[in-house]
Antibody, heavy 113, light 107 residues
Framework: EVQLVESGGGLVQPGGSLRLSCAASGFTFSDHYMHWVRQAPGKGLVWVSRIDTVGSSTTYADSVKGRFTISRDNAKNTLYLQMTSLRAEDTAVYYC??????WGQGTLVTVSS | DIQMTQSPSSLSASVGDRVTITCRAS??????LNWYQQKPGKAPKLLIY???TLQSGVPSRFSGSGSGTEFTLIISSLQPEDFATYYC?????????FGQGTRLEIK
């Protein structure tokens, strides 16, 4: 069974940093592109970032470019999102997604003083 | 960036109704179009990929069509578990973009 479990969310002050993790199991992690998608409270889905199978190619939404870094450790079957210079508008549930199909349950990031 | 526009934004319907949701892309995306269903407090679920291919395990009452800039999701006979929010998403080019969502409510 494919499982994606996010962790690392929480309350952080504006300007702070946070690292999200997504632990994958039930499939060959290194075979799949991975994504982060976020959803602000009561709002729609917004794509954040994508990484290729080996971690050599990454793409970001303009809203997070230069502040967020996506990475992966295929030996640990884990996807990461390093978030810096956080803003109130980054408050959202962050989902990891395998390719186009499976999603994790999400982890809530709240940026507030 | 490719903009995805769904219509309607919300819809009231009854069990057994046939429902159509439309998604329009601001430029041609061929068939690089996915449909997702999201229920409150839950992660989205893939329903349709490549515009018209039903994801494994998804009931056959869901169908998708279209190519280029116009796409349609049809639910042929609404079931109680189908009341949710539906999103289209293009994967033709980055940044990947979603429609704003269509909230399907019980009449």
């Amino acid at each position: 069974e494919v499982q994606l479990v996010e962790s690392g969310g929480g309350l952080v002050q504006p300007g702070g940093s946070l690292r999200l993790s997504c632990a994958a199991s039930g499939f060959t992690f290194s075979d799949h592109y991975m994504h982060w998608v976020r959803q602000a409270p009561g709002k729609g889905l917004v794509w954040v970032s994508r990484i290729d199978t080996v971690g050599s190619s990454t793409t970001y939404a303009d809203s997070v470019k230069g502040r967020f870094t996506i990475s992966r450790d295929n030996a640990k079957n884990t996807l990461y999102l390093q978030m810096t210079s956080l803003r109130a508008e980054d408050t959202a549930v962050y989902y990891c997604r395998r390719g186009r199909d499976y999603w994790g349950q999400g982890t809530l990031v709240t940026v507030s003083s | 960036d490719i903009q995805m526009t769904q219509s309607p934004s919300s819809l009231s319907a009854s069990v057994g109704d046939r429902v159509t949701i439309t998604c329009r892309a601001s430029q041609s995306i061929s068939n690089y179009l996915n449909w997702y269903q999201q229920k409150p407090g839950k992660a989205p679920k893939l329903l349709i990929y490549s515009a018209s291919t039903l994801q494994s395990g998804v009931p056959s009452r869901f169908s998708g069509s279209g190519s280029g800039t116009e796409f349609t999701l049809i639910i042929s006979s609404l079931q109680p578990e189908d009341f949710a929010t539906y999103y289209c998403q293009q994967s033709h080019s980055t940044p990947i973009t979603f429609g704003q969502g269509t909230r399907l409510e019980i009449k």
